[in-house]
Nanobody
Framework: QVQLVESGGGSVQPGGSLRLSCAVSGYYSRNCFGWFRQGPGKEREGVASFDTYNYNTYYADSVKGRFTISQDLNKFTVSLQMNSLESEDTAMYFC???????????????????WGQGTQVTVSS
């Protein structure tokens, strides 16, 4: 019932910035939204998320202070502002949504039920 479509990926130099956007459509009665990523040869990992009850946010330690997740409550888009990008940030980034406990959402330990198609982010010199 939920469709997620990402955009905004691309190639940047280390230290650069990108802003990813996820357009949410359909019946989106979910209480946790966020971004995951999967780098080459790595497992998929949670990057950032928020709950729709308190709008508290979670960030992985590796991106905290550099990435910011936000949402537009009218259009319902979920964005990820990425600053000071590093080569280690190179990955396919996926927008995700699910219904889970608030604690799980706010600790990054949730399992999304809906996924976007992904958008590639490449950081290199």
């Amino acid at each position: 019932q939920v469709q997620l479509v990402e955009s905004g990926g691309g190639s940047v130099q280390p230290g650069g910035s990108l802003r990813l956007s996820c357009a949410v459509s359909g019946y989106y009665s979910r209480n946790c939204f966020g971004w995951f990523r999967q780098g080459p040869g790595k497992e998929r990992e949670g990057v950032a998320s928020f709950d729709t009850y308190n709008y508290n946010t979670y960030y992985a330690d590796s991106v905290k202070g550099r990435f910011t997740i936000s949402q537009d409550l009218n259009k319902f888009t979920v964005s990820l502002q990425m600053n000071s990008l590093e080569s280690e940030d190179t990955a396919m980034y996926f927008c995700a949504a699910g219904w889970t406990s608030i604690e799980a959402c706010n600790s990054g330990s949730w399992s999304p039920s809906h996924w976007g198609q992904g958008t590639q982010v490449t950081v290199s010199s």
